[in-house]
């Protein structure tokens, strides 16, 4: 804006001192030289005007072009992640998944996570191990779950396993469960 009014101003000035008449302006060589380093600006000005402008309109047309792009690699990826995968697919918000399902499968995440847990807490219970502490948190945006047993680094191999298997067994049976109301 500043730019564009430096140049009406040159424009303005260039134009009064037109109208005053170029024989008066001719009499003094310093004035002469004045208007002749005015016109060199005022065109210097004007090409570096349209240079802008140019530059602003590519920057566009360039960015309209990086936004194309982006949506199509997103949709090409997105029937390339339906279209080449089998049972299990990845869920990318937005290109496979819909936004608005987005709680479903957080809330999904936070129920897995406690009975992962609670399958923890159940085993070590059964191996007469005692159970410090449980928690809930939340990484980024998902759900997550803990449980502290004590003493479980002091039991026999056999034992431990049990404990430390005993979650992802409760999410594979909670998973069949699951499959069984599909």
């Known amino acids: 804006i500043g730019l564009v009014c430096s140049v009406i101003l040159l424009i303005a ?16 060589p310093v004035a ?6 005015l016109a060199r600006t005022l065109s210097n000005t004007t090409n570096t005007l349209q240079h802008l402008y140019e530059a602003e ?6 960015l309209h072009a990086a936004e194309f792009a982006v949506e199509l690699t997103a949709e090409a990826y997105g029937e390339a992640v339906r279209g080449h995968v089998g049972f299990i697919a990845p869920l990318l918000p937005g290109i496979n998944l819909p936004k608005s399902q987005l709680w479903y499968v957080l809330i999904a995440l936070l129920v897995s ?7 923890h807490a159940l085993a070590a219970g059964v191996e007469d191990l005692r159970v410090t502490s449980v928690g809930g948190f939340i990484a980024l945006v998902f ?10 680094d002091q039991v026999s191999a056999k ?5 430390y298997c005993a979650g992802a067994w409760h999410n594979v049976v909670t998973a069949l469960f699951c499959l069984l109301f599909i």
């Open 113 to 119: 996570a406690a009975i992962h847990e609670c399958g």
């Open 159 to 163: 034992r431990q396993l049990k404990v």
């Open 57 to 62: 309109e590519i920057t566009k047309q360039a």
């Open 32 to 37: 002469h030289v004045d208007v002749r380093s």
């Open 143 to 152: 759900p997550g779950a803990f449980v502290q047993i004590d003493g479980v």
């Open 13 to 28: 000035n260039l134009v009064f001192i037109l109208s005053i008449g170029v024989s008066t302006i001719q009499t003094s």
